[in-house]
């Protein structure tokens, strides 16, 4: 997208128009988050699912996951993951266990946008769960956190969840196959979870 027209401007997004099509053009970058249990033979039990204060959604709320905003600050996306993960969901990520932060990809939640979500599974197995922390945002105070199970999980209407849960299970049949491979090979395509964000040339964009 070379060329396009900014017909409405917000803090977040600017409202655009190119080659005779209208949609958003995203000014910052967010992460998703779905922090999962696993039983005692290793297979996902419950993910961490979100009934989030929504008034574009019946009923007011969405079932989704944790999501956040990538800070100037945060120069890794595992930062902004552990933040938020601590933040909405009250679960925090020791500094020496990074290994349970696995990248899924980064997805597209809408046609007519330009905005692309990186979503991040955490194991959060034998963790201690906390209340969640909260960024003081009357949203969050309106939202509720649960560990949910499966079954459960996959009735919600939102594609992030079902997108992240398809993902974690893809991931783990991989594993389960290849289970002769190292970590390291396994997850090779997942290393973007460790390289610097493009938040500063998201936020820097602008229309011609």
Do not use: C
């Not at 997004?13 to 999962?36: H, N, Q, R």
């Not at 800070?71 to 930062?79: A, G, K, N, S, V």
């Not at 599974?121 to 945002?137: C, F, H, I, K």
């Not at 090979?185 to 290393?191: D, K, M, N, P, Q």
């Amino acid at each position: 997208m070379e060329k396009y027209n900014v017909l409405h401007s917000e803090k977040t997004f600017d409202v655009i128009e190119t080659e005779g099509m209208v949609g958003l053009k995203s000014k910052t970058m967010s992460v998703a988050i779905m922090p999962y249990l696993v039983d005692a033979q290793g297979m996902i039990e419950k993910v961490g699912m979100l009934k989030e204060f929504n008034p574009f959604r019946a009923g007011g709320y969405a079932s989704t996951l944790i999501t956040g905003t990538v800070e100037t600050e945060d120069d890794l996306l595992f930062e902004t993951v552990i933040r938020e993960l601590e933040e909405e969901g009250g679960y925090k990520v020791p500094e020496d266990q990074k290994e349970r932060i696995i990248f899924l990809g980064a997805f597209f939640p809408y046609k007519d946008s330009d905005r692309m979500i990186p979503t991040f599974a955490v194991d959060v197995t034998g963790l201690q769960e906390n209340e969640p922390t909260g960024d003081g945002s009357e949203k969050e105070k309106k939202s509720e956190f649960k560990m949910t199970m499966i079954s459960e999980a996959m009735e919600t209407s939102e594609l992030l969840p079902l997108t992240a849960i398809l993902r974690t299970f893809n991931y783990f049949i991989q594993k389960s196959i290849t289970s002769h491979f190292s970590f390291s090979s396994l997850v090779g395509a997942h290393r973007p979870m460790f390289v610097r964000t493009s938040y500063r040339s998201v936020s820097s964009s602008s229309g011609n």
